[in-house]
């Protein structure tokens, strides 16, 4: 063999294995602000199908974000997974996030459920509703988020409390909708029927409802979802004293919509494996993906198509207000302030 040809055989050969090599070793880094029961089975399928290796970093969303800055260009994330559009917006904001052109994310995810400008795009919608408890609340004498504020309701409301970001982003919606200054009037009177200071998450808001502390609460329902399903006695006997009413639909005063926000993901800006990156973005939006968060967390699907479980059959469709979120990432300031002045702990 001459050495010129012995070069025209190595030469193919050494290339094939270069470009062999990287598709072996695929992988993308995922920083997940959603426990990690409530991804890696997706995360798992995607690899299956995909040949692409997942490295999952799970976290607190605030830590994340932190951790994400601090490590700037030299972040191994790939991409951020976190709830709250006001989240999303936050991370936008801060400069850690890519902008991501995808006809197939585009296609998928209605505009209002994503960053205008490819920042970060909806996975999972969570819709904040009134719940009331049965036995002491018609439902015909709850109508929207406005008359809650009513004198009726003086000593029966119960709700988290204002640095939670669920709440921050339903001001945030409201402010939008109505402005600050009737934002402040409503969120003054509101606080004023409180039935005590803001304690406990979602959860125990029902829980305090169903012991008597107060008649209605706000809650996001994928919480409620859970403890209806719930081993535990307690928690599911709370669930069945309470129903889910959706405020401000047609006909009741301000017909815009219930208050809904989305979990969702954004490409990091120091991402090293971009193109697999959005591989995995454009999976977690498909109907697959999308059938898997609204039957084990009890979220709903971008996609009005994809089906969603029998629990969330049971409290029937409604109308969501159908607000551009990134505008709750927009107004999350204001109403922090707003909620302070307000008096809502
Ligand atoms: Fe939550």
């Known amino acids: 063999m001459s050495v010129v040809s012995f070069k025209h055989w190595l030469l193919p050969m ?21 426990q990690e029961n409530l991804i890696k089975p997706l995360l798992e399928r995607f690899s299956e199908q995909t040949g692409i290796e997942v490295n999952l970093v799970t976290g607190k969303a605030d830590a994340l974000l932190q951790r994400l800055k601090s490590e700037g260009r ?28 995808s006809d197939t994310l585009h296609e998928r995810i209605p505009a209002q459920y994503r960053d205008p400008e490819g920042y970060w795009f909806g996975l999972s919608v969570r819709a904040r509703p009134i719940v009331y408890v049965t036995d002491r609340v018609e439902p015909g004498e709850l109508s929207t988020y406005e008359a809650l504020a009513d004198p009726k309701w003086k000593g029966r409301v119960c709700i988290r409390s204002s640095s939670n970001i669920y709440n921050q982003s339903l001001v945030a919606s409201m402010i939008a909708h109505h402005g600050v200054e009737a934002t402040e009037a409503w969120a003054r009177d509101f606080v004023a029927n409180f039935a005590r200071p803001p304690i406990g998450g979602d959860r125990d808001q029902v829980l305090a409802a169903a012991a008597g502390q107060c008649d209605v609460a706000v809650i996001n329902t994928y919480y409620l979802g859970v403890m209806i399903n719930e081993d535990d006695q307690e928690q599911r006997e709370a669930a069945g004293r309470v129903a889910v009413f959706w405020p401000n ?6 017909g815009r919509g219930t208050h809904v926000n989305v979990s969702g ?56 207000d159908d607000l551009d979120l990134h505008l709750l990432g927009k107004y999350n300031a204001e109403a922090v302030r707003l909620m302070d002045r307000a008096g809502w702990k």
């Open 74 to 101: 030299n972040s191994p994330a790939d991409l951020l997974l976190t709830t709250d559009a006001g989240r999303l917006h936050r991370a936008r904001e801060a400069g850690v996030l890519a902008p991501v052109e």
């Open 249 to 254: 639909q047609e006909g009741s005063g301000d």
């Open 14 to 34: 050494l290339s094939a294995w270069l470009l062999a090599g990287p598709v072996l070793a695929a992988e993308v880094n995922l920083y997940s602000a959603r």
């Open 265 to 320: 993901i954004g490409l990091t800006a120091a991402a090293g494996n971009r193109d697999n990156a959005v591989q995995l973005m454009e999976f977690l939006s498909s109907d697959e993906s999308q059938a898997w968060y609204a039957q084990v967390n009890h979220e709903y699907p971008v996609r009005e198509s994809v089906p969603v479980s029998d629990t969330l059959k049971a409290w029937g469709g409604f109308k969501a």
